[in-house]
């Protein structure tokens, strides 16, 4: 538990070294926090700040800088950040405007980037696993082209090689009948009635449609591995990252995305903003690198996240309202009919 004048002390270091990017001596300390204590007192106060791990001293210098649990207490404890109003979301509404998912979801990335001058993440909405339609057309000897087509109109293409050679005409009674009993179900739901069914249905019936299924669910998982990136190379002008090392590691993440899109996973779990701090997550074990996370929503359900990466040293309070508000923008695109 710090006292208030630790507090203030911490809360005023903290913001001058987000602003300006240098450690902070006591003799600013002293002018910006507004308290009368001699310089003294405050390289006590200071001291106690850094053995509770708050605060750290660099090597080549006698001022601090806030730690990771610095800047969490600081996130916790001190920041207010201001709500947005209808004015500001008609403002920044103009650059989102409704359309086709996969071009909300680039603009939101690129909008996120700018706005911060960091990295802009958003993965992309979850698809539904619903068959719409199915078709089977034959394209050589025991390979099938299957075609997948969702309630949103997108298709999914997936070449099937079969134990034997189908006639079109047999593909086309196949195409015919899965359509009239099986559409509209989610994959699993077919899944689920295909092993209650199978013993019912004609061998090549059953035969594809197991193949539909199988294929049909790895279209599916590949399409919700998505996530966006914009604006990697502003890493490269923060003055906090000079090791090309850890550069590196950070453009490696952004490059498999993997470790992102279990973040982002993460944090679409979580109602409204999440930050998370130098290594907190462990899932981007980057000490120099902060997240700040929000999910988005269509039609009232969590679809997707989105949020910005950048160095620990954020301005968190406009962070948070900049991830905030495209939330809600990227919400109302995406949930406005078409």
Same mark, same amino acid.
């Given at each position: 538990?710090?006292?208030?004048?630790?507090?203030?002390?911490?809360? #005023?270091? $903290?913001?001058?070294?987000?602003?300006?990017?240098?450690?902070?001596?006591?003799?600013?300390?002293?002018?910006?926090?507004?308290?009368?204590? =001699?310089?003294?007192?405050?390289?006590?106060?200071?001291?106690?700040? *850094?053995?509770?791990?708050?605060?750290?001293?660099?090597?080549?210098?006698?001022?601090?800088?806030?730690?990771?649990?610095?800047?969490?207490?600081?996130?916790?404890?001190?920041?207010?950040?201001?709500?947005?109003?209808?004015?500001?979301?008609?403002?920044?509404?103009?650059?989102?405007?409704?359309?086709?998912?996969?071009r909300v979801i680039a603009t939101a990335a690129h909008m996120l980037s700018n706005l911060s001058n960091f990295v802009g993440v958003v993965t992309a909405p979850?698809? !539904?696993?619903?068959?719409?339609?199915?078709?089977?057309?034959?394209?050589? *000897?025991?390979?099938?082209?299957?075609?997948?087509?969702a309630p949103d109109g997108d298709v999914q293409n997936r070449v099937i090689f079969t134990a034997r050679d189908y006639t079109q005409s047999e593909l086309v009674?196949?195409?015919?009948?899965?359509?009239?009993?099986?559409?509209?179900?989610?994959?699993?739901?077919?899944?689920?009635?295909?092993?209650?069914?199978?013993?019912?249905?004609?061998?090549?019936?059953?035969?594809?449609?197991?193949?539909?299924?199988?294929?049909?669910?790895?279209?599916?998982?590949? =399409?919700?591995?998505?996530?966006?990136?914009?604006?990697?190379?502003?890493?490269?002008?923060? %003055?906090?990252?000079?090791?090309?090392?850890?550069?590196?590691?950070?453009?490696?993440?952004?490059? &498999?995305?993997?470790?992102?899109?279990?973040?982002?996973?993460?944090?679409?779990?979580?109602?409204? $903003?999440?930050?998370?701090?130098?290594?907190? =997550?462990?899932?981007?074990?980057?000490? *120099?690198?902060?997240?700040?996370?929000?999910?988005?929503? $269509?039609?009232? %359900?969590?679809?997707?996240?989105?949020?910005?990466?950048?160095? #620990?040293?954020?301005?968190?309070?406009?962070?948070? &309202?900049? $991830?905030?508000?495209?939330?809600?923008?990227? !919400?109302?695109?995406?949930?406005?009919?078409?």
């Open positions: 538990m710090l006292d208030e004048r630790a507090k203030t002390l911490l809360k #005023t270091l $903290v913001e001058r070294y987000i602003a300006d990017g240098q450690p902070v001596g006591s003799r600013t300390l002293s002018k910006a926090s507004g308290l009368d204590l =001699s310089p003294a007192t405050i390289r006590n106060v200071m001291a106690d700040l *850094e053995e509770l791990g708050l605060i750290a001293s660099p090597h080549t210098s006698a001022g601090r800088i806030p730690t990771a649990r610095g800047y969490r207490l600081f996130v916790d404890t001190m920041l207010t950040a201001r709500p947005f109003g209808a004015a500001d979301m008609a403002a920044a509404g103009g650059h989102l405007q409704p359309d086709q998912p996969q979850r698809k !539904t696993s619903v068959f719409h339609h199915i078709e089977f057309l034959r394209l050589g *000897e025991r390979r099938v082209l299957l075609i997948l087509v009674e196949a195409t015919n009948f899965l359509n009239a009993h099986y559409a509209g179900l989610t994959i699993d739901g077919v899944r689920e009635r295909l092993k209650r069914e199978i013993e019912a249905l004609r061998g090549d019936i059953a035969t594809l449609m197991q193949a539909a299924v199988q294929a049909g669910g790895e279209a599916l998982e590949e =399409s919700e591995d998505q996530v966006v990136v914009s604006g990697e190379r502003n890493l490269l002008a923060v %003055q906090d990252f000079n090791d090309m090392g850890s550069l590196r590691k950070m453009f490696d993440l952004f490059e &498999q995305k993997t470790q992102l899109m279990r973040l982002l996973d993460v944090s679409s779990r979580a109602e409204g $903003v999440r930050i998370y701090i130098g290594g907190e =997550s462990r899932v981007v074990p980057f000490e *120099e690198l902060s997240v700040v996370s929000a999910p988005y929503e $269509v039609d009232g %359900q969590v679809v997707g996240t989105l949020g910005v990466i950048g160095p #620990t040293r954020m301005a968190y309070d406009r962070m948070i &309202q900049i $991830v905030d508000i495209t939330s809600r923008l990227v !919400t109302n695109a995406l949930s406005q009919p078409r």
